[in-house]
């Protein structure tokens, strides 16, 4: 993968991410956010674990970084 192709999709999974703790920031607390929290968990997970593997480019850069994300209201 080149450095080029790592940064856009850990910038996508950040911003997918973000765009669902956003969703469950906004929303009512009901069941269903677990599901919308899981989610979130889910891309933040695999933008870190691209990370820990040593995708090219990805060590030591600091815009590729999965943090901070908003923390939502419980």
């Not at 997970?45 to 995708?55: D, H, I, K, R, S």
Request: glycine share 6%.
């Amino acid at each position: 993968m080149q450095r080029s192709e790592a940064n856009t999709l850990h910038v996508a999974l950040r911003g997918a991410a973000e765009s669902l703790l956003r969703e469950v920031s906004l929303a009512p607390p009901t069941h269903s956010k677990a599901l919308t929290l899981l989610a979130a968990d889910a891309l933040i997970t695999l933008a870190v674990e691209l990370q820990v593997q040593g995708v090219p480019g990805s060590e030591g850069n600091e815009d590729l970084s999965p943090f901070p994300f908003p923390t939502p209201p419980l």
